[in-house]
Antibody, heavy 122, light 108 residues
Framework: HLQLQESGPGLVKPSETLSLTCFVSGGSISGSNYYWGWIRQSPGKGLEWIGSVYYSGNTYYNPSLKSRVTLSVDTSENRFSLRVTSVTAADTAVYYC??????????????WGQGTLVTVSS | SYELTQPPSVSVSPGQTATITCSGDALPKQYAYWYQHKPGQAPVLVIYGDTRRPSGIPERFSGSSSGTTVTLTISGVQAEDEADYYCQSTDNTGTYEVFGGGTKLTVL
């Protein structure tokens, strides 16, 4: 069955760039009905969608984060990545990657990775 | 920006029925989805397309929709259902995804 695993530094300094990769196993990242998304949860807060990317490289982003976020996909390695620039303490969160079904007006996330905590601190 | 509104908390005794609502202006036009999230675990999809239940999700989980409000109902609540529940949907134009603020379900 499909599995996703986030990977990346757990500590990032303020003003620097946060970079995470999601490795996909048990299925191809090149499926026609799927996007691949990033969602985060700041301490004590709810889930926040960051953005989603298609295997072709097409992307769509949360308007509130769009200026600082870039998503990319590597089909040869079956993985996709997140970059957030100019991070602050407000970017401290558990970051999740997930497959997003995006077809027939359905846009849900399933399954999800286990999540990785990223702390922004000097 | 588009928002989905959920009650912060719901409490029920084991065996009772829990109802969690989610309100948003675009819900008559866009489907809603529900996720169960337990501490330290990945969120799990429990309802998609307003009313559809993924395989492997117990029958006690059901979803409904009426106008600008969707509802997650858990019948015969069990202790293991204690978790945070989030609704998710899309804005009117399908441009971006939104999560509700989450509802903490406590099983007394």
């Amino acid at each position: 069955h499909l599995q996703l695993q986030e990977s990346g530094p757990g500590l990032v300094k303020p003003s620097e760039t946060l970079s995470l990769t999601c490795f996909v196993s048990g299925g191809s990242i090149s499926g026609s009905n799927y996007y691949w998304g990033w969602i985060r949860q700041s301490p004590g807060k709810g889930l926040e969608w960051i953005g989603s990317v298609y295997y072709s490289g097409n992307t769509y982003y949360n308007p509130s984060l769009k200026s600082r976020v870039t998503l990319s996909v590597d089909t040869s390695e079956n993985r996709f990545s997140l970059r957030v620039t100019s991070v602050t303490a407000a970017d401290t969160a558990v970051y999740y990657c997930a497959r997003q079904w995006r077809d027939q007006s359905l846009y849900y996330f399933d399954p999800w990775g286990q999540g990785t905590l990223v702390t922004v601190s000097s | 920006s588009y928002e989905l509104t959920q009650p912060p908390s719901v409490s029920v005794s084991p065996g009772q029925t829990a109802t969690i609502t989610c309100s948003g202006d675009a819900l008559p036009k866009q489907y809603a989805y529900w996720y169960q999230h337990k501490p330290g675990q990945a969120p799990v999809l429990v309802i998609y397309g307003d009313t559809r239940r993924p395989s492997g999700i117990p029958e006690r989980f059901s979803g409904s929709s009426s106008g600008t409000t969707v509802t997650l109902t858990i019948s015969g609540v069990q202790a293991e259902d204690e978790a945070d529940y989030y609704c998710q949907s899309t804005d009117n134009t399908g441009t971006y995804e939104v999560f509700g603020g989450g509802t903490k379900l406590t099983v007394l």
